[in-house]
Each structure stands twice: as C-alpha cells, then as structure tokens.
T-cell receptor, first 114, second 109 residues
Framework: DAGVIQSPRHEVTEMGQEVTLRCKPI?????LFWYRQTMMRGLELLIY????????DSGMPEDRFSAKMPNASFSTLKIQPSEPRDSAVYFC????????????FGEGSWLTVV | RKEVEQDPGPFNVPEGATVAFNCTYS??????FFWYRQDCRKEPKLLMS???SGNEDGRFTAQLNRASQYISLLIRDSKLSDSATYLC??????????FGRGTSLIVHP
C-alpha cells in the first residue's frame, strides 16, 4: 500500500513568493496532520483535520499560513508570502484515529526560502 | 512544564552497549504511548508502541510508568545502525499525538 505522499520533496524559493505544499494521506485514514520541523523548535504540529474538517489550527504560525483539505485524499499547506524563517521540513502525516493511533509520515517537503 | 520532555543527548555509546532513554509527560490522562525513530534527513517512523505491561521487540524494550508519568526505551547490544533520533510520543483521548524533541543516539565502533 502507498504511504503518505508529499510534493514537492524539495523547494527553493525567493522571499515573498507563494509556496504550496501538497499531501495525499493513506487511504481510509480520517486524520491528517501538518507538522513543521526545525533544529531549533523540533517537530511542531501546525494544523490537523478530521474527516476533511480543520479541527485545530492553533499551531499555524501566522496568517501567512493556510491549509485546506478539499477531499479525503488531498490537502495543501500554503505560505504566502514566504519568508526566510519559514525554511524547514514540512511533514504531512495521517492516522486512522482508532485505538492504535499510529501516525504515518510522508517523506517531507524540504523548503528553503532565500 | 513541557507536555513531553526528553533528554536531547547525544548519547554516545560503543557497539554492543546497552542504552536507555526516558521520556516524561505532563498529562496524567494520556492514553497511548509510542517510540518513533527518525534517521537523519528522513521522516519519523514508528519503532514500537508502549503498553502498560511493558513490551519487547528483539533488542528493544519499552516500559510505561503511569504513576511517575514516564516511558522508557532500552536498547540492548547496540548496533551502528541504531544511530538515530528517538522520539517519544504521547496521545490523549483526542488521538492527537504530542511529540518530544527527541533523543539523539550515536553508536560508534
């Protein structure tokens, strides 16, 4: 079975540009998470969805960040405008939300804003 | 107090050594516990779940102490390939996992 699929794997963009990160969760998983990881702050939960509905976006750093999940098989995380401090690895993850609660990560999108 | 706390390390051990990591959590209502492993420039991956009775998977043993609110991971006979960051994960009733910052392990020849 396919795991969580993210794109792009790597992106280098100039400050001020719009960045869109994409994620396809594991089929049948009801929960989708967006995380950001940096050396300084570790793994931070930005937002999560349950059945395509955003439940908690308190981790989204500021209004420049937005996330959508138009259907069960696709989500986007958008940064507009991007800033150098947004440089990080962005992970998408999904889980079934059942008793095991195992969360599966995509390979991440490595973002560099110059 | 942070929700999930880990000693960042690094733990630098020779091959064959036994090494143990602890992780403390603040929410006494936490229900599920896991250890994840993250290799350099890779995504975190589930290493093992942690059960109340403790559980073992080969060279790895995980234990839970609810009274003191900590979980532990013991690695016996360390291999070079065990070098990684080990993330403690705690989940409450909402199924939303909280990750620790991770403990770095370096196994040297």
């Amino acid at each position: 079975d396919a795991g969580v699929i993210q794109s792009p794997r790597h992106e280098v963009t100039e400050m001020g540009q719009e960045v869109t990160l994409r994620c396809k969760p594991i089929s049948g998983h009801d929960y989708l998470f967006w995380y950001r990881q940096t050396m300084m702050r570790g793994l931070e939960l930005l937002i999560y969805f349950n059945n395509n509905v955003p439940i908690d976006d308190s981790g989204m750093p500021e209004d420049r960040f937005s996330a959508k999940m138009p259907n069960a098989s696709f989500s986007t995380l958008k940064i507009q405008p991007s800033e150098p401090r947004d440089s990080a690895v962005y992970f998408c993850a999904s889980s079934s939300g059942t008793g095991s609660n195992t969360i599966y990560f995509g390979e991440g999108s490595w973002l560099t804003v110059v | 107090r942070k929700e999930v706390e880990q000693d960042p390390g690094p733990f630098n051990v020779p091959e064959g050594a036994t090494v143990a990591f602890n992780c403390t959590y603040s929410n006494s209502a936490s229900q599920s516990f896991f250890w994840y492993r993250q290799d350099c420039r890779k995504e975190p991956k589930l290493l093992m779940s942690v059960y109340s009775s403790g559980n073992e998977d080969g060279r790895f043993t995980a234990q839970l102490n609810r009274a003191s609110q900590y979980i532990s991971l013991l690695i016996r006979d360390s291999k070079l390939s065990d070098s990684a960051t080990y993330l403690c994960v705690v989940t409450g009733g909402s199924y939303i996992p909280t990750f620790g910052r991770g403990t770095s392990l370096i196994v040297h020849p």
